[in-house]
């Protein structure tokens, strides 16, 4: 898809992938519109001319005042690139419900919620491409973050299911899936943390402006996945061909944390 001359708006962009994202589809050319709840991060991320409104996308009344502030600024919206998300270490067996149901609520729910605002503009455009940023999580159960998976598997599933559904329409939609990328994230997720034999992997990660290039990149070429790192993709292979290999292993780095 043609990045120039389109309008995008990215959720959870105050930091990490979404401001990246911001500064990367910036340069490309596009018009930028950001959300998310810190205005003074969004401020700080904010391209120039990028339109910027401070909102929580869990709520229904601020998620419908982004989109119409979008639509009131440029006319369109071309490309979402729903980024917004939080990570759970809570064990799943013993994580309190609103916790569960909240982490629900803005990994998938908030996603699914904007799509609807903004599907039916597209489908008039009959074009568009809807971004959900998943994660490795969403191919890959991880143990330790059982809950998170589950809301990352869901949003993949849902973003399968939207590009057949809106396919005739001339719409897209792309999964991200990224493995460990430098950010804020497991500052700012509830519960534990990970396991030391997983953390020790985060010597491997990528940073978010790398993560932000393959997801535009993903984007020109009209990619239904993106998995980056791409060394993720073997873990992901890994967990096709040989589950059981690959689920004992994860039990076993579970446990030994």
Not at 45 to 69: F, K, M, N
Not at 155 to 172: P, V
Not at 224 to 252: C, E, I, S
Request: with cysteine; net charge positive; charged share 20%.
């Amino acid at each position: 898809m043609r990045i120039e001359g389109n309008v995008v708006l990215i959720t959870g962009a105050s930091q990490g992938i979404g401001a990246a994202c911001a500064a990367e589809f910036a340069r490309a050319g596009a018009s930028i519109s950001l959300t998310a709840r810190s205005e003074e991060g969004l401020q700080k991320a904010a391209p120039r001319e990028a339109l910027v409104t401070a909102g929580d996308v869990t709520s229904d009344s601020d998620r419908r005042r982004i989109v119409d502030r979008t639509l009131e600024r440029f006319g369109k919206i071309d490309i979402l690139i729903n980024n917004a998300g939080a990570g759970l270490y809570s064990p799943a067996w013993s994580a309190p419900l609103a916790e569960a149901r909240w982490l629900m609520e803005l990994n998938f729910f908030a996603a699914l919620a904007l799509t609807q605002l903004v599907a039916p503009q597209m489908r008039a455009q009959r074009s568009g491409m809807i971004v959900n940023v998943s994660s490795l999580a969403g191919k890959v159960p991880l143990p330790w973050m059982t809950l998170y998976s589950a809301s990352k598997y869901a949003l993949g599933a849902l973003t399968e299911g939207l590009g057949m559904e809106l396919r005739g329409n001339g719409i897209h939609a792309m999964t991200v899936c990224p493995g460990y990328i430098k950010t804020r994230f497991q500052e700012n997720a509830h519960g534990g943390g990970v396991p030391k034999a997983v953390a020790r992997i985060r010597r491997f990660a990528i940073t978010a402006e790398q993560c932000a290039r393959a997801i535009r990149r993903g984007v020109e070429r009209d990619a239904r996945t993106v998995v980056t790192p791409w060394p993720a993709w073997l873990l992901v292979v890994a967990m096709r061909l040989f589950p059981g290999l690959v689920t004992a292993q994860m039990a076993a780095m579970s446990q030994n944390a």
